[in-house]
């Protein structure tokens, strides 16, 4: 297990990084796991996810800008063919050539406008 980059996977299905904070529930997750939980329950199908962007305040205060585990590059791309956060060499050369990515800026909009088309 690598206790470093333990806190920052999915804490339902721990394979995939956490891409997503749900406001209600205070849980770290990926997209997958965050519409698959919180559509099978009326209770928390009205949790609005918050995306996790770039930088992040780590704990001793300073700023982080994650990186990918494979390429050690700064994470700034949300793959929207595996809901993972990715870096430019991931798309480029990785295992996400030819998928559909969206930057973290980009992402962060849609979602925001999908929040507000929701609110009354």
Excluded: W
């Excluded at 920052?8 to 770290?28: G, L």
């Excluded at 700023?63 to 994470?75: S, T, W």
């Excluded at 956060?85 to 925001?112: A, D, M, P």
């Amino acid at each position: 297990v690598d206790v470093e980059n333990q806190d920052k996977k999915c804490k339902m299905c721990v394979t995939k990084i956490a891409a997503c904070k749900c406001t209600e529930c205070d849980s770290m997750l990926c997209i997958s796991c965050f519409e698959n939980v919180h559509s099978m329950s009326a209770a928390i199908k009205n949790h609005k996810p918050i995306l996790i962007t770039v930088p992040q305040l780590a704990a001793n205060g300073n700023d982080v800008e994650p990186k990918c585990a494979e390429h050690n590059r700064i994470l700034e791309y949300f793959c929207e063919d595996d809901s993972s956060s990715i870096c430019s060499r991931c798309y480029i050369v990785g295992k996400h050539q030819n998928h559909s990515i969206t930057s973290f800026e980009e992402k962060n909009k849609q979602v925001l406008e999908d929040i507000g088309n929701e609110l009354p």
